[in-house]
């Protein structure tokens, strides 16, 4: 199946509108956003320094880490010695379960509103050394179970209407601690990310009947150019509307809405697809690369939520070589986020890597 391009006739003749060499704007169908891609720009020369990272080398263990087992946290509590997987009430957590309910107003203009949730922190494994690049598929299946069962335990909290779970990779996304871990906010409220894609979703079954994200990974699939990689239950791919240069959508084949939904069977195949990711991007620069990603799943407000497709976003900052990145600044802040490098070239070149980690070679 091929594309469908168009061209306006201009006065002086026509040139047929070309995704590849042409600035135009893509629109996000999940968010009802523009992005900006210049892909002319990728023809400027780069004069930056190309440098390389020493490789990322820890210990099983560090005694000053608050995350390894054993060790004290903040506030001097100590972690049990456990064996896979530990999660523990974040100890600056953002979000308290001991808020007050209230609310403020003034003017019609100035508004705000009492927020009860949760934090936690879950540590992936007691190997201090280890990422999710590093772990084997039966090292990430206790992590995905664990996830399993904090979005049932909190999202059965009546108060509790969204669960964000979130991995913040590397010092450049401003994460406190190399040890393999990640964070889980739930909050009384719907995040802002998660309302513009319950709207972009329940918008698209109101007037389709079906699911935009089924729809959506099915196209991908039959085009090709922008899958990473997949396997039997989950597709990776960089999604035509991506941001960050080498973002990744990660989509489940199946319709579900949240880790509730998910197959025992689904368990390891979704462990094996976040390794792989993982390892291609390590891969990439051969770094320990940066990253935000985190689950989008149903709110667990009560509602059945048919028109939602469980998926997880990768937001990683990385452009041109381990150290140089994409800043989010100038006409992005005032405008609209602007990319140089298309999402089919970024996808060319995560799917030519390998997915063996370039420090087990
Ligand atoms: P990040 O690396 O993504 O910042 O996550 C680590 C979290 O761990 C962070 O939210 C929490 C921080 O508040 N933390 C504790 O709960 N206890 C500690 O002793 C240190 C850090
Ligand atoms: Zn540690």
């Given at each position: 199946m091929?594309?469908?391009?168009?061209?306006?006739?201009?006065?002086t003749g026509a040139e047929l509108f070309d995704l590849k060499q042409h600035p135009?704007?893509?629109?996000?169908?999940?968010?009802?956003?523009?992005?900006?891609?210049?892909?002319?720009?990728?023809?400027?020369p780069w004069q930056g320094q190309v440098e390389k990272l020493p490789p990322d080398t820890r210990p099983e263990f560090d005694p000053?880490?608050?995350?390894?087992?054993?060790?004290?946290?903040?506030?001097?509590?100590?972690?049990?010695s456990y064996e896979a997987t530990?999660?523990?009430?974040?100890?600056?957590?953002?979000?308290?379960?001991?808020t007050p309910p209230g609310g403020f107003e003034s003017g019609g203009l100035l508004k705000a509103e009492s927020e009860y949730g949760r934090c936690r922190v879950v540590c992936f494994n007691p190997r201090h050394d280890l990422t999710l690049a590093r772990m084997g598929v039966d090292q990430i299946v206790p992590v995905v179970k664990t996830w399993v069962g904090q979005f049932a335990e909190l999202g059965a909290d009546p108060r509790l209407n969204y669960v964000q779970i979130f991995e913040n990779r590397g010092e450049m996304m401003g994460a406190s601690n190399p040890h393999p871990h990640c964070q889980i906010w739930a909050s009384e409220s719907i995040p802002n990310e998660p309302t513009k894609e319950l709207a972009s979703q329940t918008a698209y079954r109101t007037g389709s009947g079906r699911c935009l994200l089924c729809d959506y990974a099915a196209l991908e699939e039959r085009l090709g150019e922008r899958v990473v990689c997949a396997?039997?239950?989950?597709?990776?791919?960089?999604?035509?509307?991506?941001?960050?240069?080498?973002?990744?959508?990660?989509?489940?084949?199946?319709h579900f809405a949240g880790m509730d939904g998910l197959e025992e069977r689904e368990q390891p195949a979704l462990a094996d697809i976040l390794r792989r990711v993982a390892t291609r991007y390590d891969n990439l620069f051969e770094t320990s690369f940066p990253y935000t990603m985190g689950f989008h799943q149903k709110p667990t407000d009560g509602a059945e939520h048919p028109e939602w497709h469980f998926h997880a976003h990768y937001y990683p900052p990385l452009l041109r070589s381990a150290t140089v990145r994409k800043f989010m600044v100038g006409y992005?802040?005032?405008?609209t986020p602007q990319r140089d490098i298309t999402p089919e070239s970024a996808a060319e070149r995560l799917r030519g890597l390998a997915e063996r980690h370039h420090l087990d070679i």
């Amino acid at each position: 199946m091929t594309a469908l391009a168009f061209h306006v006739q201009s006065g002086t003749g026509a040139e047929l509108f070309d995704l590849k060499q042409h600035p135009h704007r893509r629109f996000n169908a999940l968010t009802g956003e523009w992005v900006l891609v210049s892909p002319h720009r990728t023809q400027r020369p780069w004069q930056g320094q190309v440098e390389k990272l020493p490789p990322d080398t820890r210990p099983e263990f560090d005694p000053k880490c608050y995350l390894c087992p054993g060790n004290p946290r903040a506030g001097g509590v100590l972690n049990p010695s456990y064996e896979a997987t530990f999660v523990f009430d974040n100890d600056f957590a953002a979000l308290r379960p001991d808020t007050p309910p209230g609310g403020f107003e003034s003017g019609g203009l100035l508004k705000a509103e009492s927020e009860y949730g949760r934090c936690r922190v879950v540590c992936f494994n007691p190997r201090h050394d280890l990422t999710l690049a590093r772990m084997g598929v039966d090292q990430i299946v206790p992590v995905v179970k664990t996830w399993v069962g904090q979005f049932a335990e909190l999202g059965a909290d009546p108060r509790l209407n969204y669960v964000q779970i979130f991995e913040n990779r590397g010092e450049m996304m401003g994460a406190s601690n190399p040890h393999p871990h990640c964070q889980i906010w739930a909050s009384e409220s719907i995040p802002n990310e998660p309302t513009k894609e319950l709207a972009s979703q329940t918008a698209y079954r109101t007037g389709s009947g079906r699911c935009l994200l089924c729809d959506y990974a099915a196209l991908e699939e039959r085009l090709g150019e922008r899958v990473v990689c997949a396997n039997e239950s989950f597709l990776a791919l960089v999604p035509f509307w991506a941001v960050w240069p080498f973002e990744v959508l990660l989509l489940s084949r199946r319709h579900f809405a949240g880790m509730d939904g998910l197959e025992e069977r689904e368990q390891p195949a979704l462990a094996d697809i976040l390794r792989r990711v993982a390892t291609r991007y390590d891969n990439l620069f051969e770094t320990s690369f940066p990253y935000t990603m985190g689950f989008h799943q149903k709110p667990t407000d009560g509602a059945e939520h048919p028109e939602w497709h469980f998926h997880a976003h990768y937001y990683p900052p990385l452009l041109r070589s381990a150290t140089v990145r994409k800043f989010m600044v100038g006409y992005e802040m005032l405008a609209t986020p602007q990319r140089d490098i298309t999402p089919e070239s970024a996808a060319e070149r995560l799917r030519g890597l390998a997915e063996r980690h370039h420090l087990d070679i």
